[in-house]
């Protein structure tokens, strides 16, 4: 492709050029010290973007998926109940995981739109005075719906209930693009992959676990192999790996963990926050929803737009086919109900500007009832007020 437009699907994101160079690299020895000059500084720029300073970082050759996978294998035994809150086709894929791994699920069903319930989780954890639930899950941001949950909520609830549960958290949308604090929110196991906030091509799943999650891992009996992270740290103790790692991805990850560093967490989150909020403005202009059922549940990675009388699916073809631009088709229950402006990851106000506006064409030229430059305009005017304005200073 000779031309390329910025992606706007939620994942996987705009890969900066310097990035790009980072992963083309020659292959190296993994064996060699050369390979530990890769994997410690990326595990280490890991362990500082999820605010810890404790959690052992595995990265594995996998993706989001592997991670989920990499929670549950390691740290419980077939017919442990998990407690988790279905609210988006993600949460849904990780519970079907457990259940797939002989495990007794306890769903606690909820709108999708909706956000997780944690004075609900506190019920179930109080009244389970047996303990029988041995993790609590929670999406963090629920990509499908874009909706983020309030994690600290949760593990306020868990302490409320006095419940020893193991906390896992799927931060693979917000990690890297929102505010996530590892430690400060008690997190057992945290779930992420390269191709999110880390800016990267797809094909790492990054977990982080706490010394309470490895020590679950000496007890835990389902069955495991691949996503052993006894192996994974045994190999790490001697600059190496249990099997070939993806050298370059790592490289990659050294590079982007420092570019989020650099900038500073919390003027990455801000960004982040700014541009969804310019996005946000601009559907209100078009006189749209989002699906995310209230403003304290709105991602600042994703947002849904409901598009009733309209197939969302067909903005989304009709991006691709006519404008070459990607945005993200609904998924599950919302397939049909809505399209998906990714913004998180390689992502400025200028960039999510030309989304906006060719989200606007798409709509118009489907005969919705859009007028051009109404959310273009809704989103500058923010933007704008955002940013220093020199002729003001002058
Ligand atoms: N969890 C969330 C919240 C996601 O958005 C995704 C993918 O988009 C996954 C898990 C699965 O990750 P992957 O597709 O990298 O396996």
């Known amino acids: 492709m000779s031309h390329q437009n910025p992606l706007f699907i939620p994942g996987p994101t705009n890969i900066p050029e310097v990035v790009r160079k980072a992963c083309d690299m020659p292959s190296i020895d993994h064996r060699s010290s050369l390979f530990g000059d890769i994997l410690h500084p990326a595990r280490e720029g890991v362990r500082q973007v999820l605010k810890s300073n404790s959690a052992e970082v595995f990265l594995f050759p996998a993706s989001g998926t592997g991670g989920w996978e990499t929670a549950i294998c390691n740290t419980l035994s077939p017919g442990d109940a998990v407690l988790v809150a279905r609210n988006g086709m993600f949460s849904h894929r990780w519970f079907d995981m457990c259940q797939r791994h002989g495990l007794d699920v306890q769903i606690v069903e909820t709108r ?8 609900r989780y506190e019920e179930i954890l109080t009244s389970d005075t047996a303990h029988r639930i041995k993790a609590v899950l929670a999406t963090h941001n629920e990509t499908a719906t ?8 949760i593990r306020r609830a ?4 006095g419940h020893p549960a193991l906390f896992f958290v799927d931060g693979v949308s917000s990690i890297g693009s929102m505010d ?7 997190v057992d196991v945290a779930v992420t992959g390269s191709q999110k906030g880390f800016m990267l091509p797809a094909g790492l799943a990054i977990v982080g676990f706490s010394a309470k999650a490895l ?9 495991r192999t691949f996503f052993d992270v006894r192996d994974m740290a045994a190999g790490y103790a001697n600059n190496a790996y249990p099997y070939t790692p993806a050298v370059g991805l790592m490289n990659g990850l050294k590079l982007t963990t420092q570019m989020l560093l650099d900038e500073g967490l919390e003027n990455v989150f801000a960004r982040h926050h700014r541009i969804a909020e310019g996005v946000r403005r601009a559907i209100r202009a078009w006189g749209l929803e989002l699906c995310a059922a209230s403003p304290d549940v709105a991602s600042d990675t994703v ?10 699916t067909d903005i989304v073809a009709h991006a691709a086919e006519s404008y070459g631009t990607a945005f993200g088709v609904g998924l599950g229950e919302v397939a049909g109900k809505l399209f998906r402006i990714g913004h998180l990851g390689s992502m400025t106000d200028v960039m999510a500007l030309s989304g906006i506006a060719t989200a606007e064409m ?20 923010f933007y704008r007020q955002s940013h220093a304005h020199p002729q003001q200073d002058a």
């Open 146 to 153: 874009g909706v983020r949950s309030d994690i600290s909520a």
């Open 215 to 223: 020590a679950a891992t000496e007890t835990a009996k389902l069955p």
């Open 112 to 119: 999708w739109g909706d956000g997780i319930d944690a004075a």
């Open 180 to 186: 996530f604090r590892f430690d400060d929110w008690g």
């Open 158 to 161: 868990i302490d409320s209930a």
């Open 303 to 312: 947002s849904a737009v409901l598009t009733p009388g309209i197939n969302g």
């Open 362 to 381: 798409c709509m118009a030229d489907l005969g919705m009832n859009i007028r051009l430059g109404s959310g273009v305009a809704a989103a500058q005017e």
